[in-house]
């Protein structure tokens, strides 16, 4: 015998079946608050309208202003370029910037490079440096005064001029160097301007000639004596004396010393076996 169709469970009977459960319902109370918190953080976007002097991002969602606007809240407001400044037509920073030759102020003007007399504008239009003959001094710019003998230098630290060779600075005067005889002046910018000649050395503030002792040559080094020994001979108080060699000894590298030979150390002007 048939079964009833009527007596059949529908399927939406089923499912209110099922939801009437309370594992159910739980899962559906979730499934519904999740829903409502997505619709709800999306709802700015789909809600904002753009506003005028702006277009939608080319990515992601929301709005930007164009070119020559600032957003300020929900509008875009023009950029008001001061005066002596120009539109930069950039989507950043405040879209504009000073003309050559004028400093921003407050983040709202631009003001004039004041450059004084003397001077002249750097090349980035937003300082300036003094002329060659003028040195920077309290905010301006003032001649050099440069002394006889003297001439201008490029440094821009330091003193604006120098002496000619043969003199040298004192105070604010160019003074000649007192070059003794048997010396010359030399091209150092530091220490003593002047060098004994050959054959000469330096005493003091003098240049006496080289007395070479005999078993001695000359050296032309700027300092010492102006001579050494020969090889075999040592320096004295009166010239150069012979070495004299103790047994298993022998003249070291200069030629002015003995060095015991190997497994003999020194001791007492003598060489003796090593223990």
Not at 141 to 148: L, N, Q, T, W
Request: charged share 20%; glycine share 8%; aromatic share 10%.
């Amino acid at each position: 015998m048939g079964r009833d169709p009527a007596a059949r469970p529908s399927p939406v009977r089923s499912v209110l079946a099922i939801c009437a459960r309370p594992q159910a319902r739980l899962v559906m109370q979730l499934w519904l608050g999740t829903l409502c918190a997505v619709m709800l953080m999306a709802l700015p976007s789909f809600a904002q309208p753009v506003p005028d002097n702006a277009s939608a991002k080319s990515y992601g969602d929301g709005w930007e202003c164009d070119i020559g606007y600032r957003q300020r809240e929900d509008l875009c407001a023009a950029v008001v370029v001061p005066e002596n400044a120009y539109a930069t037509n950039r989507s950043y920073g405040r879209g504009w910037a000073c003309l050559h030759g004028f400093l921003e102020r407050d983040r709202t003007s631009c003001v004039a490079v004041v450059v004084p007399e003397g001077a002249f504008l750097d090349p980035s239009g937003e300082r300036w440096h003094c002329l060659r003959g003028f040195a920077r001094r309290d905010g301006a710019c003032v001649e050099v005064i440069v002394p006889e003998n003297a001439f201008l230098t490029e440094s821009r630290a330091g003193s604006a001029w120098a002496c000619a060779r043969g003199f040298e600075a004192v105070g604010d005067l160019c003074a000649p160097i007192d070059v003794p005889a048997n010396a010359f002046l030399n091209t150092s910018r530091f220490g003593q301007p002047w060098t004994c000649a050959r054959g000469f050395y330096q005493q003091g503030e003098l240049c006496p000639p080289v007395k070479i002792p005999e078993n001695a040559y000359f050296d032309d080094s700027t300092y010492g004596t102006g001579w050494k020994c020969a090889r075999g001979y040592t320096a004295s108080a009166t010239g150069c004396d012979v070495i004299a060699l103790p047994s298993n000894a022998h003249l070291d590298r200069s030629g002015n010393r003995w060095a015991c030979n190997r497994n003999f150390q020194r001791f007492n002007d003598r060489c003796v076996l090593n223990d």
